[in-house]
């Protein structure tokens, strides 16, 4: 049996700076060829219990997303967070 594990590689090493034109590419160990990709932005924000709160939040006409790679043309505050992917099939 074979595990696939995911990772997501930014197309910029380092620190982003605003307006640059970023690429999340979500690279998996082992893949079959048919797998679908979905990216979710997930915004951590402390609550009175000092405990992190994750929403979801939807992807915006200005981003594009073709099946493992995630276009942000111009990246802005609103981008920072993590972003996750997640692979099905």
């Known amino acids: 049996i074979f595990f696939s594990f995911a990772a997501v590689t930014p197309s910029i090493q380092g620190p982003v700076s605003e307006g640059s034109h970023l690429l999340l590419i979500c690279s998996l ?3 079959w060829g048919h797998e679908r990709f979905q ?3 997930l915004d951590s924000a402390p609550t009175n219990s000092k405990l992190a709160v994750t929403t979801s939040r939807n992807l915006e006409g200005h981003r594009s997303q ?3 790679t995630l276009e942000i043309p111009q990246v802005s505050q ?3 967070g993590t972003w996750e992917c997640s692979v099905y099939g």
Do not use: V
Request: no cysteine.
């Open 66 to 68: 073709t099946g493992r």
């Open 78 to 80: 609103k981008d920072t």
């Open 39 to 41: 990216w979710k932005h």
């Open 29 to 31: 160990t082992h893949p």
